[in-house]
């Protein structure tokens, strides 16, 4: 990709028949990225804000999930599952008048990537899964074993309240090393300050973790797209395994898995080197599929 000068975005709403209000912006005119955030996190914090993949020619389109950052509640409380974000996620495309994208999602919106990936690969150019989300096996779905879903409720219980601190607090930050403890509380408590609905972030935090996102990892072996995985080493984000982002770059069938080295900063936090790694890979392992595609 060609450098190119920086357009400012064009902001947009994209209204769901009987459901939310998804509000985003688009910058650029070239092939097409769409960035999907994480649980509790907005459009701003998929590549946390680096400019690095517009400046290299690329098309940025961004949304808040459902529930999150400007965009509306889900009609229901029950309404934050993989297949309703994976709706929202065709919706979004059909209204930018996009075909066919490269998906980069973080953790939740890596989760809306695989999901939209198996439903409808013609539409997948490529994709960029960022710290992926836990799934079956790894993951226990015991109906009698809530210990895991027990910490996603009690950080929704503290944003229902509105209690900004002791959701940061949940999220176990404290338990980081104490180099990476400070910034990633003042982190976390900035993201959430960009909600103007905190009782629709709890109730994303009660509905999307009791959600499946595949009945197994091993069906997401049927995505043909070309995969980067981006995973972090447990010292830094210990919510996000790498044996996790292992085992999906394992079960893809052509991924290629990216990690920080040992003691760095997580790679999932650094907008401007992860940006760049996601271009190498787009003009790499990817380029052909996005020939293919027209760009």
């Known amino acids: 990709m060609a450098a190119a000068k920086t357009p400012e975005p064009v ?19 070239g092939f097409p990225i769409v960035l999907l955030h994480g649980l509790t996190a907005t459009r701003r914090n998929v590549v946390q804000g680096s400019r690095h993949l ?71 150019a490529a994709l960029a899964l960022i710290t992926p989300p836990i799934t079956p096996p790894f993951r226990r779905d015991d109906a ?16 229902a309240a509105g209690d900004v601190e002791g959701f940061v607090d949940a999220t176990g930050v404290d338990a980081l090393p104490e180099r990476w403890r400070g910034p990633a509380r003042l982190a976390t408590r900035q993201r959430i300050e960009r909600h103007r609905d905190l009782a629709a972030v709890a109730d994303a935090l009660r509905g999307l973790p ?27 984000d210990p919510g996000h395994p790498l044996a996790i982002a292992e085992a999906y ?5 052509h991924a290629e898995l990216a990690v920080e080295e040992p003691g760095e900063t997580p790679l999932a936090w650094q907008g401007a080197r992860l940006s760049r790694t996601i ?3 787009l003009a790499g392992a990817a380029a052909g599929a996005i020939r293919a595609s027209g760009s």
Do not use: N
């Open 249 to 253: 770059a394992e079960r893809l069938p």
């Open 144 to 159: 009698d074993d809530d210990s895991g879903l027990a910490v996603w409720d009690r950080r929704a219980d503290a944003l």
């Open 54 to 124: 517009l400046t290299r020619g690329w098309r940025l389109v961004g949304y808040d999930a459902r529930g999150h950052g400007e965009s509306s509640a889900a009609p229901a409380p029950d309404g934050y599952g993989y297949q309703e974000l994976a709706g929202d996620l065709t919706a979004v495309l059909d209204a930018r008048g996009i075909e066919r994208a490269v998906l980069a999602g973080s953790s939740m919106g890596a989760g809306t990537a695989v999901r939209f990936a198996l439903d409808s690969p013609e539409r997948v």
């Open 279 to 281: 271009d190498e890979f």
């Open 210 to 236: 009791r959600s499946r996102l595949v009945g197994s990892l091993d069906e997401i072996a049927a995505i043909a797209a070309p995969a980067l995985v981006v995973g972090s080493r447990d010292d830094g």
């Open 11 to 29: 902001e947009f709403a994209v209204e769901r028949s009987g459901g939310p209000v998804l509000r985003g912006d688009d910058a650029g005119a």
